[in-house]
Nanobody, 115 residues
């Protein structure tokens, strides 16, 4: 299984960005899909998770500004981020965990927020 994140780039503070994650297998194969990020010099941190049901949960740092979603037919997960802040600058990774607990990561996509 391969995951590939797309949509990173340079955006001004206060702007919006939509990330997508293409999954090479049916996303029904996974119990959860999630986004993580890693800012320069910091540890990777969890951003948001979407469950098979479609329910999403968010880290406090992005809650209210972000929406995680998925398209089952296209095997794609999304992260819409609004009101971007400089502290949102990071490499964003998508990940999937299957029902056996195996977790797969894709290469990240860089989001840079200019203040």
């Amino acid at each position: 299984v391969q995951l590939q994140a797309f949509g990173g780039g340079l955006v001004q503070a206060g702007g919006s960005l939509s990330l997508s994650c293409a999954v090479s297998a049916s996303i029904f194969s996974f119990s959860v899909l999630a986004w993580f990020r890693q800012a320069p010099g910091k540890q990777r941190e969890w951003v948001a998770t979407i469950f098979r049901s479609g329910d999403g949960v968010y880290a406090d740092s992005v809650k209210g500004r972000s929406t995680i979603s998925k398209n089952n037919a296209e095997n794609t997960m999304y992260l819409q981020m609004d009101g971007l802040k400089a502290e949102d600058t990071a490499v964003y990774y998508c990940t999937a965990r299957d029902f056996q607990g195996r977790q797969t990561w894709g290469p990240g996509t860089l989001v840079t927020v200019s203040s």
